[in-house]
């Protein structure tokens, strides 16, 4: 009776094995939520990202040198060189 048990027995440990994983898994159905939660938090990720590449690429687009903008060219330079006297105020732009 035991050898007549044994390959039953053994398919459905490995059938409980398989619909285990697919339940609480890595990738199984209550990992879904996380992957949700993740998938939102990219996303807004992304378009902070974005939206700063679309600035930069706006700056860039002032300094290029065939047409380059003579105010942003002159606050780079003396705010990099060090060269604002003490009396001056610089406003910010962004």
Request: hydrophobic content about 45%.
């Amino acid at each position: 009776m035991l050898r007549r048990a044994f390959w039953p027995a053994l398919a459905l440990i490995i059938v409980g094995n398989f619909a285990g994983y697919a339940v609480a898994g890595p990738n199984g159905l209550l990992a879904w939520g996380g992957y949700h939660r993740d998938l939102q938090v990219r996303k807004a990720e992304l378009a902070r990202l974005e939206a700063e590449k679309a600035t930069l690429r706006h700056r860039s687009q002032l300094l290029d040198p065939r047409k380059a903008d003579p105010d942003l060219a002159d606050e780079m330079v003396r705010d990099k060189l060090g060269l604002v006297r003490p009396d001056e105020v610089i406003v910010p732009l962004d």
